[in-house]
């Protein structure tokens, strides 16, 4: 073995954190990121430096832009839960603005890099499109690609959809970062969402080869990091649905499909036991006058004394055209000398108007009442029908007692398809927001 | 949650109704008319095998 140069280090001898300036402008650059920085961007001019090992600085590109206010600023310090290991202190040390544009559309982002000496870096990032907040880190291992109709990588046993693809081109730095970033600089970003995850791998092309970065990210409310990072005033509204932002609809899918499946077998056993207890008695059927005069009169018993109970009366009229009929049953407890009246009418209407024909009302008519005291009564029917139009040949009555009613059973019915069906409209709509900015939005027919 | 507890106490309360008022028809039925009748007067040569009310309506006093 031959001796060689002597092995370069393999830590840079920690940056001296005195008061550095730039070399371009001369502004106070103050290194905050220890050992790991590759590049320090200076925020008022835009010059990038890279840290040299001794602690000073050199230009790696000047430049002369001009100070773009971000949503959060450099340097702001916050406490942010990231990952589930509890609140833990982070200081923005760099920012970067990126933007995809697509079919002439910009959609730029503000990135901040976020670092604690203890836990390293993590990123936050800020939609200018509509609003939505991100945060996450570097993803520990790499995802793998599926090949499927749909687009996907997979990730500890999850499947991400693709979202969007695109390139991210870099319009703005500011502060310190591990690597070497610059205006100008572009990646291929893809993004893959499997709520609330998402997976952006990027991939910047060099003349050394291929740079493949694997970050994951998960959505966070805009006030959350307002609150994190102590901001005046009220954070820039959300306009829009964070790509992985998990489906509020999603999570009650289980819970309405279970207590729906139950509540209609109870419902279909107890419309089967309501429908069958039904004894839909005729009470009584006849002819009844075609004109007032002599009502008819009868002893008839209704239901079961001490018990309410349900009656239908319907009245058909035949050979009846442009005409009406009317019919008024009244059950008299012949003691109290109370009776309660009940009127039915049937008619009918048809002719023709401008070429088309029409028609309208009902025969026979119907009429239903509930709350009907079971026990005998005198029932004096009076009855009438129309002399004009086609008059009725004649009148037929019949009364039933303990009738199904439909409109008991349809109600719970209703009721019962109604949450879960609100819960699936409420679903999709959300989907469907979700997935309208991706690559894969729905085509929408277009109509002249 | 709310829409969750909304939900069991519609479908259970409309199921209730099946269960209960269904059968008598007391709260999702037409109310009749009712009141007091009185005996009417037979016509001039007819015969009247059973009584001829008069429908007077409404309340008629409560005691």
């Known amino acids: ?448 | 949650m709310v829409p969750k507890i909304l939900y069991f106490m519609l479908s259970a309360g409309s199921l209730g109704l099946l269960v209960i008022d269904a059968p008598r028809g007391s709260l999702l039925t037409g109310s009749p008319e009712s009141g007091k009748v009185e005996r009417g007067p037979a016509g001039p040569g007819t015969t009247i095998r059973t009584p001829h009310y008069v429908f007077l309506g409404g309340f008629h006093g409560g005691k």
Request: proline share 7%; glycine share 10%; aromatic share 10%.
């Open chain 1, 1 to 448: 073995m031959t001796q060689g140069a002597p092995p370069s280090k393999l830590f840079r001898e920690e940056a001296k954190t005195g008061s550095v300036q730039c070399l371009a402008c001369g502004a106070p650059i103050t290194l905050r990121g220890f050992a790991g920085i590759e590049q320090v961007t200076c925020a008022f001019c835009g010059t990038a430096h890279e840290p040299e090992p001794d602690g000073s600085l050199h230009i790696l590109q000047q430049a002369a832009r001009q100070h773009r206010p971000s949503v959060l600023p450099l340097y702001q310090r916050g406490s942010l839960d990231i990952g589930g290991s509890g609140p833990t202190d982070w200081e923005i040390i760099g920012l970067t603005w990126r933007e995809i544009t697509k079919e002439g559309v910009s959609y730029p982002w503000q990135e901040f890099l976020l670092f604690n000496p203890y836990h390293g870096f993590r990123w936050l990032i800020y939609s200018m499109s509509d609003g939505v907040w991100s945060v996450g880190g570097p993803l520990p291992g790499a995802a793998k690609v599926v090949q499927n109709t749909w687009p996907s990588v997979e990730y500890k046993g999850e499947r991400y959809k693709h979202h969007t693809s695109g390139t991210a081109k870099t319009t703005y730095v500011e502060g310190e970062f591990p690597w070497q970033v610059k205006a100008g600089d572009s990646v291929s970003a893809n993004d893959y969402v499997c709520p609330p995850k998402l997976i952006s791998i990027e991939v910047q092309r060099t003349k050394a080869g291929a740079d493949v970065n694997f970050t994951q990210v998960q959505p966070i409310a805009a006030a959350a990091v307002w609150a994190a990072f102590r901001m005046p005033g009220s954070p820039p509204s959300e306009r829009g649905i964070h790509p992985s932002a998990p489906n509020p609809a999603a999570a009650n899918t289980r819970f309405y499909l279970l207590a729906a499946l139950a509540l209609f077998i109870l419902w279909a056993l107890t419309t089967v036991v309501y429908a069958g207890g039904r004894a839909n008695k005729e009470v009584w059927k006849g002819n009844v006058p075609l004109a007032s005069g002599a009502p008819i009169s009868q002893e008839v018993t209704i239901g079961e004394p001490g018990k309410l109970t349900t009656i239908e009366v319907e009245l058909q009229a035949t050979g009846m055209n442009n005409s009406w009929a009317y019919a008024e049953v009244m059950l008299i407890n012949p003691e109290t000398e109370e009776a309660t009246v009940i009127g039915v009418a049937a008619e009918y209407y048809s002719g023709v108007d401008g070429g088309e024909s029409w028609s309208e009302g009902s025969n026979p008519g119907h009429q239903i009442v509930g709350a009907v005291p079971g026990g005998k009564y005198l029932m004096q029917i009076n009855s009438e029908a129309d002399r004009g139009g086609d008059p009725a040949d004649s009148l037929t009555l019949s009364i039933r007692e303990d009738v199904l009613l439909l409109r008991y059973v349809f109600i719970p019915l209703v009721f019962i398809l109604l949450f879960p069906l609100g819960n699936f409209i409420r679903r999709a709509t959300f989907e469907k927001k979700r997935w309208a900015e991706s690559d894969h939005a729905p085509v929408e027919s277009e109509s002249d």
